[in-house]
């Protein structure tokens, strides 16, 4: 059980343009998701929690414009990056948690973004 | 205050052996610590998790010791398999900080055959 579902898992985009990134709690009701980025061989730089029904509360330095998340239902959020920058190629993974903060976080397989 | 500290940054163990992953925090509010496991290209995935109410939790190979006294916890993975090359990070969340997991910077292990 606790399957959260990331797709695209890879996508390749050309400068400019918006990518839309979704993540879906398959067997479960997400009260909150997080948004990560993860650089190679580094830990996860989270970027946003995003809360059912409430605006996402960004990290310090992450550009709300830039990386818009919607949370529009217990099983989806979604990451749009806008106006993507080949700065932005990187690996964002997201997260998924039906309880309280001492329950465990159920990670989707990532999304490799490339931005030519 | 929210940093939690792991070591080391990689290790290499001979299959069979005993691979050891130590993590220190100092926020004494964190009450709930997970190990999680990721392979390349993938996201990562719980192993195993405790809270602080017990000082040990085994499942299979795996085991989380802690200390809270010296805040620290660690991961001991028994008799270590090729299988379990991967990286390791350790993570620590509270009821407060809106609930965040803070992670440790990762350890990459390899199981030499």
């Known amino acids: 059980g606790a399957v959260v579902s990331q797709h695209p898992s890879w996508v390749i985009c050309k400068s400019g343009t918006s990518v839309k990134i979704e993540c879906r709690s398959l067997?479960?009701?997400?009260?909150?998701m997080f948004w990560y980025r993860q650089f190679p061989k580094q830990s996860l730089m989270l970027m946003a929690t995003?809360?059912?029904?409430?605006?996402?509360?960004?990290e310090q330095g992450v550009e709300k414009d830039k990386f818009l998340i919607n949370h529009a239902s217990l099983t989806l959020s979604t990451l749009t990056v806008t106006s993507a920058h080949p700065e932005d190629s990187s690996f964002y993974i997201c997260?998924?948690?039906?309880?309280?903060?001492?329950?465990?976080?159920?990670f989707g397989n990532g999304t490799r973004l490339t931005v030519t | 205050q929210q940093q939690v500290k792991q070591s080391p940054q990689s290790l290499i163990v001979q299959k069979g052996g005993i691979s050891i992953i130590n993590c220190a925090y100092e926020?004494?509010?964190?009450?709930?610590f997970p190990w999680y496991q990721q392979f390349p290209g993938k996201g990562p995935a719980l192993l195993i998790a405790?809270?602080?109410?017990?000082s040990e939790k085994k499942e299979g190979r795996f085991t989380i010791s802690f200390n809270k006294s010296a805040k620290q916890f660690s991961l001991h993975i028994m008799d270590s398999q090729p299988g379990d090359s991967a990286t390791y990070f350790c993570?620590?969340?509270?009821?407060?900080?809106?609930?965040?997991?803070?992670f440790g910077d990762g350890t990459t292990l390899t199981v030499k055959p």
């Open positions: 993570a620590a969340s509270s009821n407060t900080n809106a609930g965040k997991s803070t």
């Open positions: 995003s809360n059912e029904g409430s605006k996402a509360t960004y």
């Open positions: 405790i809270r602080p109410d017990v």
């Open positions: 926020n004494t509010a964190f009450d709930y």
């Open positions: 997260s998924a948690r039906y309880n309280s903060y001492n329950s465990p976080l159920h």
């Open positions: 067997d479960f009701q997400a009260t909150t």
